[in-house]
């Protein structure tokens, strides 16, 4: 059974540029997370949704991030334009109701 | 606002001795508190959860206590072993873990040989 899935594991990218990760979540869950993990910050949610829905972006930094849910089984976060502040790994994790989340893998970005 | 306090920020216990991590939170509604394992270069792992209608709740040498009237609930590692180290984190919804997302700030656990 396939856990979450989230590509690339790497991105390294020039500051300025797009970049734009993407998660799979498990098939059957209907809710989708986004974090980002860093040393100073420890882990931060993002944004989420529920059947597709985004229900909370408070936690996107600013408006350079975007997210979006097309359909229940891809999901993407874009960076535009890139800055180094954002290196970090950036996690995707997906629940059923009322159940625990499973994370993926996680992107590790950076951002020169 | 931190919603949820975790301590001790770093843990060094002995193989063989036990690993208690402690969590507070203020939110009572919040109602399902998961602990996920993390080792280095990997995503957090659920390790166990508990509802605030039971106390206690054990899988194997790990078990959550849960206090609902101090609004506190810890994570007890049995017999650590050093393939525990990693670092843990509680974590606190509300609405069936679709709402409310809240995080510790995580304990590194390491256990020596």
């Known amino acids: 059974d396939a856990g979450v899935i989230q590509s690339p594991r790497h991105e390294v990218t020039e500051m300025g540029q797009e970049v734009t990760l993407r998660c799979k979540p498990i098939?059957?869950?209907?809710?989708l997370f986004w974090y980002r993990q860093t040393m100073m910050r420890g882990l931060e949610l993002l944004i989420y949704?529920?059947?597709?829905?985004?229900?909370?972006d408070s936690g996107m930094p600013e408006d350079r991030f975007s997210a979006k849910m097309p359909n229940a089984s891809f999901s993407t976060l874009k960076i535009q334009p890139s800055e180094p502040r954002d290196s970090a790994v950036y996690f995707c994790?997906?629940?059923?109701?009322?159940?625990?989340?499973?994370f993926g893998p996680g992107t590790r970005l950076t951002v020169t | 606002q931190q919603q949820v306090k975790q301590s001790p920020q770093s843990l060094i216990v002995q193989k063989g001795g036990i690993s208690i991590i402690n969590c507070a939170y203020e939110?009572?509604?919040?109602?399902?508190f998961p602990w996920y394992q993390q080792f280095p270069g990997k995503g957090p792992a659920l390790l166990i959860a508990?509802?605030?209608?039971?106390s206690e709740k054990k899988e194997g040498r790990f078990t959550i206590s849960f206090n609902k009237s101090a609004k506190q609930f810890s994570l007890h590692i049995m017999d650590s072993q050093p393939g525990d180290s990693a670092t843990y984190f509680c974590?606190?919804?509300?609405?069936?873990?679709?709402?409310?997302?809240?995080f510790g700030k995580g304990t590194h656990l390491i256990i020596q040989p």
């Open positions: 994790a997906s629940s059923r109701r009322h159940g625990g989340q499973y």
């Open positions: 098939s059957g869950h209907n809710s």
């Open positions: 949704f529920n059947n597709n829905v985004p229900i909370d």
């Open positions: 939110n009572t509604a919040f109602d399902y």
């Open positions: 508990i509802r605030p209608d039971v």
């Open positions: 974590a606190a919804y509300s609405g069936g873990g679709a709402d409310g997302l809240t």
